[in-house]
């Protein structure tokens, strides 16, 4: 069986109180500069279910592919649980609503480490709802000599 890379979607978060809506470019950048900012660790949290097959490494992506970036999974959970390695933490942006709103009622989360650069023109990201899975060989294109 083929080797896959969990797939997920970004989309436009509401960060409350009036403010404008975070769009999916800006989380993205927010997850992938964050990360580089904290040792290549982010924490990613999701409503969508966690992915439930045997996959090393996630991709978060704009829907259409326009932009993305890969990252290897360190650990996965739903709050109130928490990493084991508690430098893995949401972006700045998120810290409120990770403490008022995700952390009571069971997000779920993956401890991410960023393994690539920011891509541009992913090819064949999955239609359906996150998570979806891409076969590790279609992505592999995007990486040239990156190891992972």
């Known amino acids: 069986m083929a080797e896959e890379i969990a797939v997920y979607k ?5 960060m409350g109180n009036g403010e404008k809506k975070y769009s999916q470019l ?5 997850h992938y500069y964050f990360a580089k900012n904290n040792g290549g660790k982010v924490l990613f949290t999701t409503e969508s279910d966690l992915y439930q097959r045997n996959v090393g490494y996630v991709l978060l992506t ?3 592919g326009e932009y ?3 990252s290897k999974i360190i650990e996965k959970g ?6 084991e390695d508690l ?3 949401v972006p700045t942006e998120w810290k409120n609503i990770n ?3 995700e952390k009571q009622t069971n997000f779920n989360w993956i ?3 960023v393994v690539s650069k920011i891509f541009e023109g992913i090819e064949g990201i999955p239609k359906m709802p996150s998570p979806q899975y891409m076969k590790k060989e279609e992505f592999q294109k995007y990486l040239n000599n990156i190891d992972y």
């Open 62 to 64: 704009l829907p259409n």
């Open 111 to 113: 401890a991410l480490e």
């Open 78 to 83: 739903t709050y109130p649980k928490l990493p």
């Open 87 to 89: 430098s893995y933490m």
């Open 68 to 70: 993305g970036f890969l």
């Open 10 to 14: 970004l989309q436009e978060w509401d």
């Open 26 to 30: 800006g989380s993205l950048e927010a």
């Open 99 to 101: 403490e008022t709103i």
